[in-house]
């Protein structure tokens, strides 16, 4: 059973205030896969990264980085209240060099749980449900005050506040579907280009396909094909800058058969076709 106390968006930032008593596997939220920050108010979750467990309980801040999505897993606890907000990428780049910070570079830095005192608790509900309050009321400044609290908070971090939480050790059934996920997620880093799919990953693993394709969503956030893409298009931007090597000898080289299909697929992750990509990056 999950109650939806609060979810409202401005410009860039989302806004999710929720009640659950147990662990859904859908999400609730306004984004996929941007920068995340939880804090949670009562209960527990559990915050994979890295083969590693953290808690999260009352009065923790998390900080997830956008790079690291694919690697990091907030799932768990029979009960829990939080608070989630997401950012956009583009939005979080622009205010960032409006306000002369490393905005990714602090994600990056912050990745995980910090633990709150009691005072420094006390100081981000506040601010927390004065977004939620704004939002409500629908005030002409509710974005732009929405912002300010949100970048009180990354003061209140980048100045000290929280301490990072110990490692948290568990074997439970989630985690074990963790750390088999993980080691498939390596495994496709490493053999992106002969991998077609679902199916070959399943037989190379011993697992039904339906059991793979659903831990590997749980955990994950993408399906197996798009974390297969994720990696090809990786690499044919790198691939791209060669002159030596045409289109369609990059597009064999990553496994693709057909050049219409791989143009497809890297115009849906990149926003442009492989060629325009090519001719973007020499005006550059």
Known sequence: MKEVIFAGKCDGIGISHVSRDCDLDETIGF???????????????????????????????????????????????????????EIEETWLISAGNTMELDLRGFFNDFHGVLQMNSRQQEMIEKKLRKMEDVLKAEKPYASAKVKELLFSIIIMILNGAGTRQDEYHTLGGKMMRYVKVKEIMYYIMEHYSEIYGLEDLAGIFYLDKSYLSRIFKEVTNFTVNE??????????????????????????KLGYERLSYFDRVFKKYVG??????RKSRKTT
């Open 31 to 85: 984004y996929k896969n941007e920068y995340q920050i939880y804090y949670i108010l009562d209960g527990e979750r559990f915050f994979y990264t890295n083969n590693k467990s953290f808690k999260m309980s009352k009065g923790t801040l998390s900080f997830i980085d956008k790079k690291r999505i694919p690697f990091t897993n907030v799932i768990g606890g029979k009960y829990h209240e939080r608070i989630l907000i």
């Open 272 to 277: 442009m076709s492989p060629l325009q990509y």
């Open 227 to 252: 974390f297969i893409n994720l990696q090809k298009i990786d690499h044919a931007r790198n691939l791209i800058l060669d002159d030596s090597l045409s289109i369609e000898d990059i597009s064999k």
